[in-house]
Every structure is written in structure tokens, then in C-alpha cells.
């Protein structure tokens, strides 16, 4: 798909719209940035909800593995630190404040159903690619969560969402609107050109005294610094990596086993389809009965030879959430539904439909449409999963016992890392030096090891740091090994360079002069040509020359579609300067729009999806300032 939008398309079109296209996705945080409950002390309120310092942290934690993990990412580090960066990360932690209080204004509510299909489509939870629940229980487990916990979790933050959607969902572009775009972004433009070279520079030029060396170096030190950076010791303490040697036997396995067996139990489930009739939140008797009547004339429709279900939920059930798929909930397990709705499906069998059954929201008429048959894995069939959790577990708790004591042990002592691997039996290692910006690879490469090495804790009072968490049951603690602190380079050792730019400045100068005297002359009427022979260089004649034009300098082609439009008999003429000292004087005689009806109309069609979803992005921004502008926010940035 992505190959045949390229070749409709080609890579203009992707690049003027994705830069627009990225603010949706960077609006809100997604379903792993969950806030956590804490007492710390707020940093924003939005009507009265605080926000607290737990929760921006996770926010920015998240925030900065998001940049760090896309493609060609080159941010500095040191940006994830500045105020901008924290601003604009409290901004979307508003934004999704803003949502939730939202949602309870509007009674947004999020169907079980698409909860479970959120959680069945977490590669964690899945084995060969399906959702598998005794995986799902044993995170859920590990976590220390119930599973109505998590689903609540799930259910709120995909709540913030649905507002979002349903704004990009109602979004469009008209068909003039993306012929007006093709028009312009297929425009073609006709010109023509002469490059001017830089100058050789000439003898005096060329000299360059001791004291304009010194001088130049006295007002460009910055320019000539060697960067500070450190060597940190390190110990490195992974439960992934730690050998440990646990109670592997059959009776240790089994013991595990009984204690855990209802890990390994599947449940019986049920395909279903639903038709709601709803109530309302406090129904009166005639309310009831008359819902009640409509159930049961849905009900008779739904039993009738040959019925289609799935088009009578299209037409009479209440919930949105499954009657655009024909009243489908997929397959629930015992427990997903109500207690009435459970003991519906308890007395059902596969293929058929129930009588009105009633629960708080209202008359369910269900379809069974298959079944699966509750089983127990016995211990020959998950003995060695037993062992994987056995020895992950016994790894786990190893790291626990010796990351306990290894930063007891550096609190005591922070003056120094070998006390603590001696006593523990643990290996210092020490990196190689890098700076600010960190290393490409190797330990140094984790901001959060940079952050620490540059401290002031660990770099000015030369203390080893508190331990630093690298996921995973992983942590580091690092101790300076060595400082280079940074320092202005010795003017011998960049003499040579300061000479060369010296001379490339009067280079520059005498190149900007004759640049402008022949700019001069043409707006004065000298022809091209004349200039072109006076400059021994040929004039070059570009047509039908579109943006994304690659055999072009990037300067020339960008001056080029920014200069104004000739009028009707005339030209219009500009000075362009290019990289290394260079300039083009340009004549512009010949502007056309493009042409839309030579781009296939699938490829428009899709053009205007996306500009669609581009609107849809605005109209996101314009609601959130609607509720900003409702809300009573108070923000806190000394404690970001």
C-alpha cells in the first residue's frame, strides 16, 4: 500500500502534509502514558483536578522515549531539560486533563467491547501473534493489578480519545480545495540563470598578520573549544544477566503449580452479538414496559426464518459502541458481562437468541454465535514455562536482594564504588570519556546516565549517584573516573584554521560586492547574456521546473518559488545566495499552475483524506482551546 501511494503520489505530497499531520499524533500520550495516583505537590490544576509531579514525570518520561524512538531521531539529549520541551509536555498533560473532564461533561463512555480489543491487540499479551489470558494474568499479577484495575485504566484513557476521533472523524476537504493545492504544489515555473563563483583570493588577501590572527582568536575563543567531558566507573546490576541457580525440581515446579493453577485455567467463552434497548438512568413503569415491548418485537424479528441479526442491531439497538458491526462483542469470557447478562449466556447454547433480558442499561437481546469450551493445562504442558518464571523469578529476586544493599551501601559511602562491589561481589567497569551530548554507543549513550555523569552531585561533589534505572529490573551507578573540564584550544593548534577563515571572510566580502554590482546591472537592463560573457560563465535556461526539482541547488530552487509572480509581458529578477560564497542571478519569466487533472483520482482521493485529517488536527487544537478557555487552570512551573 505504502509502495503504490508513493508511486501515485511521489514524495512531494507526503512531505507538505506530514509536518501537519504529526500534531495529532503528539496531541496526547496513548494508552501507555496512565497517570499515577500521588500526594506530591501539584504542578497544574484544571478545575480543581490537580495534576501532580508523579504524574509529569511519567508524562515526560514517556515524551522523551517518544523522541528518542523515532526514526532518524538526532535531538540532543540536553534539549529533553530545557523549559520548552517541559512546557510543551505539561501542555499535553493539560490537554488530556481538559479530556477527561470533558468526557464527564459529555458522558462519554467506552464500550467493554473495544476495551477488550484493545487489550488483546498489546504484542505483550499475545503468543504467536494471538492475546493470550494466562500471559495477560500473569503481567496483571506482576503489576499487582486486578483486571477490572487495568481495564478501568484502559477504559479512561481510551475515553480521552473519542472526542479527538470523532472531531477528525466529521473533518473534510473539498474536491476544489485539493485542486487548489495540486494547482499550486504541481506549479512549474520557467527561468533562467547565471552562477557567480567566488573569486580566487588574491595575494593580498592572502596576508594574514600574527596580531589579525590573534585578534580573530581573542573574538572567537568560543569557536575554538574543546568540549568538557568525563569517564565514569560503573557498576551494571541486570536481573536478565545475574546467575542465580533456583529449585528447578519436579516437586518445586509443582508446588508452583498448585499454588498458581488458576493461572492456567481457560475460561469458557462466548461469541457474541447484542441488540440494546435502552433505559434511561431511572426508568419509570411505563418507560420500562414500552422498552420492554420494543425488545420483544426486536426479539421476534431476531427469531424469524432467515432474520438478518446483524442488520436489525444496525437499525434498533442503543449501542453505539457495536451496532455499526452489526451488534458484535466478540468473544467474552465468564465475567467480561453483568451478572443478568452472564446468566443468560450460562443457560445459551451456540446459535441461539435469547428472550429480552434485562440489566441496568436496559433490554439485551442476544445471539450466541459460537462457544469455546473451558480446559486446565495440565503441569506436563506448562512445565517449562514454569521454569522460565522460576528462574526469571529467582533472578528477580536476586536483583531485589543485591540492588537493596548496593544502594544502601552507596548511601553510606558515596565516596566510592569499590567498598560495595567488593562486599557484593560485583565488577567495576569504567567507559570512555564523552561530553554533554553524550556517546554514540555503550552506557554513555542513555541520557539518563549523561544527566547523572554531568550532576552536581556526581561531577562537582564527586559522589556516586543514586542509582539510575534503565527498565527492565536494570540499574547502573556511576562514579567520576576522569574530568577533562572544557578549554579553549591553544591559538598554535588552530592558527592554520583561523588564517584560512580570514581569508575565506574577504573572500566572502569581495564575492558579495561584484554579487551585488552585477544584481545592479541587471535591474539597471543589462541582458543576462551580457553579464553571463562578463563573467565567463554560460546562462543556464531551466523550464517546467517543479519544487521537487533534484537537480537543482536547494537555496537556488527555494529562492526561486519564493520570488513574486512576473506580470503578463515581463520578468522578475533576484540575487540568490548559495552555499560557499556563491551567487545566481535570476530571471523568472514564466509561471503555470499545475495541472490536477493529470493526477489519478485515486491519488486525489487520498490527498484529501489526508487534508481531511490535516483540518481534523486544527479543529482538535480549536476545541481544546475552548475548554481552556472554560477552565480554570493554575500551573506550577518552578516545579516542573
Do not use: C
Not at 575563543?221 to 545475574?242: G, H, K, Q
Amino acid at each position: 500500500m505504502l509502495q503504490a501511494i508513493r508511486n501515485l503520489f511521489k514524495s512531494w505530497i507526503v512531505i507538505a502534509i506530514f509536518g501537519v499531520l504529526v500534531v495529532v499524533a503528539f496531541l496526547f500520550f496513548g494508552i501507555e502514558g496512565y497517570f499515577s495516583q500521588s500526594n506530591a505537590t501539584w504542578v497544574a490544576k484544571v478545575d480543581g483536578h490537580e495534576i501532580s509531579q508523579q504524574d509529569f514525570t511519567t508524562a515526560l518520561n514517556n515524551a522523551r522515549q517518544q523522541q528518542l524512538n523515532q526514526p532518524g531521531n538526532t535531538m540532543d539529549p540536553s534539549e529533553f531539560e530545557k523549559p520548552a520541551f517541559k512546557e510543551d509536555v505539561l501542555k499535553r498533560v493539560i490537554n488530556r486533563q481538559l479530556l477527561i473532564n470533558a468526557n464527564d461533561e459529555y458522558g462519554v463512555k467506552v464500550p467493554d467491547a473495544l476495551v477488550r480489543d484493545q487489550i488483546a491487540s498489546y504484542p505483550v499479551f499475545q503468543v504467536n501473534g494471538k492475546f493470550d489470558s494466562s500471559t495477560y494474568l500473569a503481567w496483571l499479577a506482576q503489576q499487582g493489578k486486578t483486571v477490572q484495575q487495568f481495564q478501568d485504566e484502559i477504559r479512561s484513557d481510551l475515553a480521552t480519545q473519542q472526542v479527538p476521533q470523532a472531531i477528525v472523524a466529521t473533518a473534510f476537504a473539498t474536491k476544489a480545495e485539493a485542486e487548489a493545492f495540486l494547482r499550486l504544489q504541481l506549479q512549474t515555473r520557467d527561468f533562467s540563470y547565471i552562477e557567480l563563483t567566488p573569486p580566487a583570493p588574491t595575494e593580498q588577501e592572502q596576508q594574514v598578520t600574527d596580531a589579525q590572527i590573534a585578534d580573530y582568536y581573542k573574538q572567537h575563543r568560543s569557536d575554538f573549544m574543546t568540549p568538557e567531558e568525563v569517564s565514569v566507573n560503573y557498576i551494571d546490576l541486570d536481573a536478565a544477566t545475574m546467575k542465580v541457580v533456583p529449585d528447578l525440581s519436579d516437586k518445586a515446579l509443582q508446588a508452583r503449580y498448585d499454588k498458581e493453577k488458576s493461572r492456567f485455567v481457560s475460561p469458557s467463552q462466548w461469541k457474541v452479538s447484542h441488540i440494546l434497548i435502552k433505559l434511561p438512568a431511572k426508568p419509570t413503569d411505563a418507560e420500562k414496559q414500552a422498552a420492554l415491548a420494543k425488545a420483544q418485537k426486536v426479539d421476534a424479528l431476531a427469531k424469524a426464518p432467515a432474520a438478518d441479526f446483524a442488520k436489525l442491531a444496525e437499525a434498533y439497538s442503543d449501542d453505539l459502541g457495536s451496532k455499526r458491526q452489526g451488534g458484535d462483542l466478540g468473544w467474552l469470557s465468564k465475567g467480561d458481562a453483568g451478572p443478568e447478562f452472564q446468566a443468560a449466556l450460562d443457560k445459551m447454547k451456540k446459535g441461539e437468541i435469547s428472550d429480552p433480558v434485562l440489566t441496568s442499561d436496559g433490554y439485551h437481546i442476544i445471539d450466541v454465535r459460537d462457544m469455546r469450551e473451558g480446559h486446565t493445562e495440565i503441569f506436563a504442558q506448562v512445565r517449562d514455562q514454569l521454569v522460565q518464571e522460576a528462574t526469571k523469578d529467582a533472578r528477580q529476586d536476586n536483583y531485589r536482594d543485591i540492588g537493596s544493599k548496593l544502594t544502601d551501601m552507596i548511601y553510606n559511602d558515596p565516596t566510592s564504588l569499590k567498598p560495595a562491589a567488593e562486599k557484593l561481589g560485583l565488577t567495576i567497569q569504567t567507559t570512555p570519556l564523552f561530553d554533554r551530548s553524550g556517546a554514540k554507543t555503550g552506557l554513555a549513550a542513555d541520557p539518563k546516565v549523561v544527566k547523572a555523569a554531568f550532576s552536581d552531585l556526581v561531577l562537582v561533589q564527586n559522589n556516586t549517584s543514586d542509582p539510575i534505572d534503565l527498565g527492565n529490573d536494570h540499574m547502573v551507578v556511576i562514579h567520576v573516573a576522569k574530568h577533562v573540564p572544557a578549554a579553549v584550544k591553544p591559538l598554535a593548534e588552530v592558527s592554520d584554521t583561523i588564517k584560512q577563515a580570514v581569508v575565506q571572510q574577504r573572500v566572502g566580502a569581495s564575492a558579495k560586492k561584484i554579487a551585488d554590482a552585477a544584481f545592479a546591472k541587471l535591474q539597471g537592463g543589462e541582458k543576462l547574456d551580457a553579464l553571463a560573457q562578463a563573467a565567463g560563465q554560460a546562462v543556464q535556461q531551466k523550464t517546467g521546473v517543479m519544487r521537487n526539482a533534484t537537480d537543482l541547488d536547494p537555496d537556488l530552487l527555494k529562492a526561486v518559488f519564493e520570488m513574486a509572480q512576473p506580470a503578463k509581458g515581463a520578468d522578475t529578477r533576484a540575487l540568490v545566495p548559495m552555499e560557499k560564497g556563491r551567487y545566481a542571478l535570476v530571471v523568472l519569466g514564466v509561471v503555470k499552475p499545475g495541472d490536477s487533472s493529470k493526477v489519478p483520482a485515486e491519488a486525489q482521493g487520498f490527498l484529501r483524506e489526508q487534508m481531511a485529517r490535516a483540518y481534523g488536527a486544527a479543529d482538535i487544537e480549536a476545541f481544546l482551546d475552548v475548554l481552556r478557555s472554560r477552565a480554570k487552570i493554575e500551573t506550577a512551573p518552578q516545579r516542573l
